[in-house]
């Protein structure tokens, strides 16, 4: 292979990076999905069964995400700290070109072709990149991506990439292809209005003009994701962030969709680019499942029974106490009717603004990739951020073998979509103003709403009915 049709090669898989990741992590959840089918074409699956599946997960995660070798790293692994050169030229010209004025130096190294000089900041994040950028022209006679990062200190650290990892970030463009974008939301709008009649008893196949009773749900899914992608969309658009429009993933069983994404630049610019186009999807998203759950539970049906005797059926019935912001918009839409009874049977549109405040918790969980992750980069800076990802994924694995082993499921499925700490910005130090700040805690604040459950003090404070009391 010559080296032109090397870097094509290597371009094409970088702008097809997502599409790689997406099947990896289908591959390896592919054991887990094949028990769900099964399950939900009404066979008994064992115990043993379900467990033997996370493990065949876990082992094919193991196999397919072994780390890559030198040439193929991402910029995430080229800004991590590894063995030092012990000669560090290039980092001390960097160092040394940088005005003293602007940047007191204190160390400096060499590692794996990337420089890294720590000391103190005299002046804005914004002069010192700039001038960091210049010594980095001057004293390696190329235009070189500078970043600055926090050590595992708390340190400021001007960080230098390899030619080879700053030229993976340039071709690594998010592309447009708006007949893919298309073709996917109609699948999606197909499997989702598939599932809405499943959900309601209908079989497509054996009726297909019965299509209309699947479309509440389907539509009400489906305006709920697109509001939370084109949240995200838009505030990127907003700060001039190159990003493709959103791609839904159907499923011709279960829910009617895994969800949907828009592909980004791995590089932003700072934590209030990542801060604003990380919150702007879920409270986009709110837009639509609050209104749905509003109107949804009006179209419901209380009942008294107990959600132990009705089993753990969402056709069968959902407990208002189960989630606190579910039992308070419960109150807002039915008033002294939800004294009648705590268990609802959900009428479609509402079972979809459920499943959004599900998404909803679900992203804005602390971890990795998600929403939630981002948030708490920008919010405590990437140290902190990481341990408190690890913090929730381990509580979710604890809860789900004390409480309630769906979260295990859960748990597995955040760990490999989006468990890995995603690429800090540019600048990684200038913090959030307090404006940012309160909203990145009521964001948070809004999780524990929906995933609290209900006291029962509260219950009668509201006139809900509450089993217990």
């Known amino acids: 292979m010559n080296q032109k049709e090397s870097q094509d090669e290597r371009a094409m898989s970088h702008e097809g990076s997502w599409e790689r990741v997406l099947l990896m992590v289908l591959v390896c959840l592919l054991p887990l999905l094949i028990v769900f089918v099964a399950f939900g074409l009404g066979r008994s699956i064992p115990g043993w069964v379900f467990i033997a599946a996370l493990l065949a997960c876990l082992l094919m995660h193991l196999f397919l995400m072994r780390p890559e070798s030198t040439s193929g790293r991402t910029a995430e692994q080229a800004t991590r700290k590894g063995e030092p050169n012990a000669v560090g030229e290039k980092a001390l010209r960097f ?18 072709g990337v420089l890294r000089v720590g000391g103190r900041l005299r002046a804005s994040s914004t002069v010192v990149l700039e001038a960091a950028r210049q010594a980095a022209a001057t004293a390696l006679e190329r235009e070189a991506e500078v970043l600055l990062h926090e050590d595992e200190f ?15 970030l340039e071709e690594a463009q998010p592309r447009q292809r708006p007949m893919v974008n298309l073709g996917l939301l109609l699948a999606t709008l197909a499997t989702t209005t598939w599932a809405g009649a499943a959900h309601k008893g209908v079989n497509l196949l054996e009726s297909p003009s019965a299509w209309t009773e699947g479309v509440p749900y389907a539509l009400g899914l489906m305006l709920i994701l697109g509001f939370h992608e084109m949240g995200h969309y838009l505030m990127a658009r907003r700060h001039g962030v190159r990003v493709s429009l959103p791609y839904f993933i159907p499923v ?34 709110l837009v639509v499942t609050i209104p749905a759950l509003l109107v949804g539970l009006q179209w419901s049906t209380l009942s008294p029974q107990d959600l132990d005797a009705a089993g753990h059926h969402l056709h069968q019935g959902l407990s208002l106490n189960s989630s606190l912001l579910l039992a308070l918009l419960a109150k807002a839409s039915l008033g002294e009717a939800i004294s009648q009874g705590h268990v609802v049977q959900l009428h479609p549109l509402a079972f979809a603004g459920w499943l959004g405040l599900l998404l909803t918790a679900l992203n804005l969980l602390p971890v990795g990739q998600l929403d939630g992750g981002h948030i708490a980069h920008a919010l405590l800076g990437r140290n902190r951020a990481a341990q408190v990802g690890r913090f929730s994924l381990f509580l979710m694995v604890g809860l789900g073998f004390l409480v309630w082993p769906g979260l295990l499921f859960w748990a597995l499925l955040v760990y490999f979509i989006a468990g890995r700490p995603g690429v800090p910005p540019r600048d990684d130090v200038t913090p959030l103003d307090v404006r940012r700040r309160g909203v990145g805690w009521a964001s948070f604040a809004l999780l524990v709403l929906i995933l609290m459950p209900l006291p029962h003090a509260f219950s009668q404070l509201i006139g809900l009915h509450c089993p217990y009391v």
């Open 95 to 112: 160092a040394r070109a940088i005005p003293t004025e602007l940047f007191e130096t204190e160390r400096w190294e060499e590692s794996d």
């Open 154 to 168: 708390g340190r400021p650290t001007l960080v230098v990439l390899p030619e080879e990892t700053q030229r993976m």
């Open 252 to 285: 011709p069983f279960a829910l009617g969709t895994f969800g949907a994404f828009i592909s980004m630049p791995a590089l932003l610019k700072n934590r209030r680019q990542l801060f604003d186009i990380g919150v702007a999807g879920p409270l986009a998203g």
